[in-house]
């Protein structure tokens, strides 16, 4: 994965610590979920999914990573 999405899953990994949950929207998820599927981060896949419920275009992109 690419640096910027390293640097999100990492803050996501340490909001527990830090209580600053970072920004999730539909510009970043498709990559965080790629990285957390490759990665077998299960809860972080679920999470990463959100954003894209409503977006029927994506929705696709979702199917194909569950079936990975």
Same mark, same amino acid.
Not at 15 to 35: E, F, Y
Not at 61 to 68: E, F, S, T, Y
């Given at each position: &994965?690419? +640096? $910027?999405? /390293?640097?999100?899953?990492m803050a996501y990994v340490k909001? #527990? @610590?830090?209580? $600053?949950? *970072?920004?999730?929207? &539909? #510009?970043? &998820? @498709? #990559?965080?979920?790629?990285? &957390? #599927? /490759?990665?077998?981060?299960?809860? +972080? $896949?679920?999470?990463?999914?959100? *954003?894209?419920?409503?977006?029927p275009q994506q929705q696709r992109? $979702?199917? @194909?990573?569950?079936?990975?």
């Open positions: &994965c690419n +640096l $910027v999405t /390293f640097d999100w899953i909001a #527990s @610590i830090t209580g $600053v949950q *970072p920004v999730l929207d &539909c #510009s970043n &998820c @498709i #990559s965080i979920l790629v990285a &957390c #599927s /490759f990665l077998k981060m299960t809860q +972080l $896949v679920r999470y990463a999914q959100r *954003p894209l419920e409503h977006e992109c $979702v199917a @194909i990573l569950q079936a990975a």
